[in-house]
């Protein structure tokens, strides 16, 4: 059986994208799923390639027991072959990500982050914490578990059932 594919997108690829895979990988270890879901994350930009998350996001996810890990690197178009879904963190990064798509299965692959939260509103972001306070971290994690409880869900009817 092949494994389901997720990568989690925003501008630099230190805080709001690796939070999410953060989050989405201690849900699906939690729920026992880790060997049939592959998660990654990246940035529409290569600003931060090769650095850590940031320590901020680091921290605030550890004091929830989530590990955050990995390096930087930029989405490039090919991404969309390898992954099912492919989720922007706004609507910005929504739009670069929309600019590299080929095809039509590659359309169909992209999502808002968000959409996966019923509580949501279409199209919504999770905002950048880059240049706020300790709140917006707190905030970015409590959008992603929540959007990543939807998704594992989403995941589990439409792939696994």
Do not use: W
Not at 74 to 87: I, M, P, S, T
Not at 146 to 154: I, K, S
């Amino acid at each position: 059986m092949s494994k389901v594919s997720v990568c989690f997108v925003c501008l630099g690829n230190i805080c709001r994208s690796p939070t999410a895979e953060g989050v989405f990988r201690h849900l699906v270890g939690e729920a026992g799923l880790g060997d049939r879901i592959h998660i990654d994350s990246a940035g529409t930009a290569a600003y931060h390639a090769g650095e850590s998350p940031d320590p901020r996001s680091t921290e605030h996810a550890a004091r929830r027991g989530i590990r955050l890990a990995g390096q930087a690197r930029q989405f490039l178009a090919k991404d969309f072959e390898r992954f099912d879904y492919v989720l922007a963190m706004d609507a910005a990064n929504f739009l670069e990500l929309q600019r590299q798509v080929k095809s039509e299965t590659a359309r169909k692959r992209l999502f808002h982050c968000r959409d996966f939260d019923g509580a949501s509103p279409k199209g919504a972001s999770v905002p950048d914490p880059y240049y706020g306070g300790e709140t917006g971290f707190e905030e970015v994690l409590d959008l992603c578990e929540a959007a990543c409880r939807g998704l594992l869900e989403h995941i589990r009817r439409e792939h696994l059932a």
